[in-house]
């Protein structure tokens, strides 16, 4: 069974936690008219006053985010980020992927970051909330100012994405490897091309994906892959063929996440699952809750990512197995040592 909105993953309107108040369509009966489905997709400029986040989290290996978009286009049913647009009183649902908000000038407001004094030179990560090369990026190129930035300063960096627009700036990611600031990693939860266009609609399918990490690793820039979110019941048979695939396709590294259904992610994903593969519908959400402590939603720092339990524990090993296997265990230590704070000069050597 098909979507019902082409084109988007989420075909529902989740309530937004935050409103006291909802407003619905109905007929004077009280009957629900049909759905007339979305239009087109809404940007709308927002102001922020800062664009670096500190993340202080035990789960992950950074301590910098940037974030230019909210919202993400890609529409990845499973997408973590999507509860976040209820801060800016939008639906978790349809609303994450279409009414983006792009933030202005995020390449001037990084400069002032990098430019105080004592900033901590560590890897900023773009995108750790929603991708930063989603599709507005080809008209905004908020990314691609960030990173002129960052190459200006020599200042190391990390991608995460699920779009192919990353090889547009291979000329910065290159000169930026040069000097070992760079590392980007693609998302790629699965080699099933139909499974890609039905979880993650807007995103590169999986041909360009495997495309881009080629084209990426042949230019000289260390490029991994995450596995993510690696959902029981419907993609961990993957396993062994997909990192033996971005192998062969030149990635270094090779990471994984478990799904999780935290807040209204949870509606989302099962009302997909339920439309898309409702004869896994129930294994699917079983063996979730299975390695999430008899839960779906999981909160709990150090078991959140990777889970606990037998079947989580038989997941591990598959994939360590694999990586291991297939040249996938390349650590990345990007250079920390040769910033340049904007307008200010070196003190420190490059290596």
Known sequence: MENTWK??????RPLNRFDRQSYVRMHEEGIDLEDEGVGKTEFTRVYPKSILNRVNSPDLPFIWSVNPYQGCEHGCVYCYARPSHEFWGFNSGIDFEQKILVK????????QALGRKGHEVSPIVISGNTDCYQPAERKYKLTQGLLTLLNKSNHPAGIITKNALVQRDLPILKEMAERNL???????????EDLRRKLEPRTASVKQKLKTLETLSKAGIPTGVMMAPLIPGLTVHEIPELLKTVSSAGASHASYTLLRLNGSVREVFEAWLKLNYPDRYQKVL???AEVHGGEIEDFRSGKRMRGEGS?????????????????LDQKVRLNTKAFIPPGG????LSF
């Open 7 to 12: 084109g988007r993953g989420s075909q529902e």
């Open 104 to 111: 202005e000038n995020p390449a001037a407001l990084l400069k």
């Open 182 to 192: 760079i590392q980007v990693v693609l998302s790629i939860t699965t080699l099933d």
């Open 286 to 288: 079983h063996q979730l």
């Open 311 to 327: 079947l989580a524990e038989s997941i591990k090993t598959t994939f360590h197995w694999a990586k291991q296997k297939y040249g």
């Open 345 to 348: 000069r070196q003190t420190k």
